[in-house]
């Protein structure tokens, strides 16, 4: 049997349709009830998690594969193997500062150091923000934030957010605007390490097919 890794918010429904496609559909649909296990016939299960706790669980093998975003492969760095891009779920990961501040552009990114302190930023990516931050030199004080990132910009708690960006409406309605971009992100494909040498003959037809 395969344990799928489903992601629950915007992606779950791309994810099911996808897999929808190959025949392998939830018994019953995520949501109506509280299950967290589902099975999808005689030769799957669906497990339902946050789209951040897919990474770990493939990563432990709790699940052979399991979809979720490239910012939560990179940022939980799991050794995974990641096959397949879907192309869905496109958004982008910014570093964005209130529109009226110094940090209002890349230019004053570059300066960012001659603030007299490290750049305060909060983030739900502590980890990809750091090694951004390093590759360019400027010194962070990384506030890691589980809520609304875009209010620590706005109440002034930071300088800059790196926070994820679909159309740009959030920032442009809370007065931020985006100073440069850290990662093109999309849906993938994560898949064990272990599950892929030893379920190979159930899992290589189901790549080809979802590829």
Known sequence: MLT?????????KPVLERFALLGIRPDEEPGVSRKLIIPAGAGARFVILKDSDVPL??????ADLGVCGLDQV??????????????FGKCRLCLAAPRESKLGSQAALADAAEMG???RVASKY??????????????????????????????????????LVESGRTLE??????????LQVSARLVVNRAAYRLKVEELLPLLEKLG
């Open 117 to 119: 302190r490290s750049l």
């Open 126 to 163: 502590p980890r990809l923000s750091a090694r951004w931050f390093a590759r360019r030199g400027v010194p962070v004080d990384l506030i890691a934030l589980s809520g609304s990132v875009e209010l620590a910009a706005v109440s002034g708690l930071t300088d800059a957010i790196v926070d």
């Open 57 to 62: 669980y493939v990563e432990r093998g709790a």
């Open 173 to 182: 309605e809370n007065g931020l605007v985006v100073v440069d971009e850290l």
């Open 4 to 12: 799928i890794a489903l992601p629950k918010g915007r992606l779950q």
């Open 74 to 87: 990179l940022e939980s760095g799991a050794d995974l193997l990641t096959p397949i891009d879907f192309g």
